[in-house]
């Protein structure tokens, strides 16, 4: 299958700091990208869907201004965090679907940390 | 969005099948059957897809039934790596063909 990598695997930040996490389709062409979170022993929530150089659609209940999604290009989007909390602590993953519509694949998360 | 149902966990002999329910009674008939399985700290691995006819791939074979209300993966010889958590999910068809993932079965093959 195809590769989507994501950076950092992990990151700690303080409270009030903002942080970004990478999304990268490695052998593909992303049209369509997606960003989920999940808590401990919790399923998977979607967050958004973004696609190449238009802005992001969020879910009901994310905050677009607490969360920026950039999809600059078709290798690239990223998730910044802004102004991060303890409670934003999750595993953040993205999703990265080609232009022929076929599965989606998924990065291997990014866990972050806010102390 | 059609929902899925699935159980909550289910237990299986390493070398054994694995058969994994799901029911969708509200797909449409544009609707895709997705599986995903999820190991502990990593992202989601996708195994199969399917429409209306039976698939099958070299991880799992994907039986769906005639009125597509339910269907069942099916691992032939399951390994303990295959302890995850399987999500059934039915693809939204329109807009952006979001994923979007219910609880899942926690899955637990043992020696």
């Given at each position: 299958?195809?590769?989507?990598?994501?950076h950092p695997s992990w990151v700690i930040?303080?409270?009030?700091?903002?942080?970004?996490?990478?999304?990268?389709?490695?052998?593909?062409?992303?049209?369509?990208?997606?960003?989920?979170?999940?808590?401990?022993?919790?399923?998977?929530?979607?967050?958004?869907?973004?696609?190449?150089?238009?802005?992001?659609?969020?879910?009901?209940?994310?905050?677009?201004?607490?969360?920026?999604?950039?999809?600059?290009?078709?290798?690239?989007?990223?998730?910044?965090?802004?102004?991060?909390?303890?409670?934003?602590?999750?595993?953040?993953?993205?999703?990265?679907?080609?232009?022929?519509?076929?599965?989606?694949?998924?990065?291997?998360?990014?866990?972050?940390?806010?102390? | 969005?059609?929902?899925?149902?699935?159980?909550?966990?289910?237990?299986?002999?390493?070398?054994?099948?694995?058969?994994?329910?799901?029911?969708?009674?509200?797909?449409?008939?544009?609707?895709?059957?997705?599986?995903?399985?999820?190991?502990?700290?990593?992202?989601?691995?996708?195994?199969?897809?399917?429409?209306?006819?039976?698939?099958?791939?070299?991880?799992?074979?994907?039986?769906?039934?005639?009125?597509r209300k339910s269907s069942t993966l099916?691992?032939p010889h399951a390994t303990l790596r295959?302890?995850?958590?399987?999500?059934?999910?039915?693809?939204?068809?329109?807009?952006?063909?979001?994923?979007?993932?219910?609880?899942?079965?926690?899955?637990?093959?043992?020696?």
């Amino acid at each position: 299958g195809a590769v989507v990598s994501q950076h950092p695997s992990w990151v700690i930040c303080k409270s009030g700091t903002s942080v970004k996490i990478e999304c990268r389709s490695l052998d593909f062409q992303a049209t369509t990208m997606f960003w989920y979170r999940q808590f401990p022993k919790q399923s998977l929530m979607l967050m958004a869907t973004s696609n190449e150089g238009s802005k992001a659609t969020y879910e009901q209940g994310v905050e677009k201004d607490k969360f920026l999604i950039n999809h600059a290009s078709l290798t690239l989007s990223t998730l910044t965090v802004t102004s991060a909390h303890p409670e934003d602590s999750s595993f953040y993953i993205c999703s990265a679907r080609d232009s022929r519509n076929t599965e989606a694949f998924f990065g291997q998360g990014t866990r972050l940390t806010v102390v | 969005d059609a929902k899925t149902t699935q159980p909550t966990s289910m237990d299986c002999a390493e070398g054994r099948a694995a058969n994994l329910p799901c029911n969708h009674s509200t797909i449409s008939g544009n609707e895709y059957v997705y599986w995903y399985r999820q190991i502990h700290s990593q992202g989601p691995q996708y195994i199969i897809h399917g429409l209306k006819n039976n698939e099958t791939n070299e991880m799992a074979s994907l039986i769906i039934t005639e009125d597509r209300k339910s269907s069942t993966l099916i691992l032939p010889h399951a390994t303990l790596r295959d302890t995850a958590v399987y999500y059934c999910i039915v693809r939204v068809e329109t807009g952006f063909q979001k994923l979007v993932f219910g609880t899942g079965t926690r899955l637990l093959v043992s020696p």
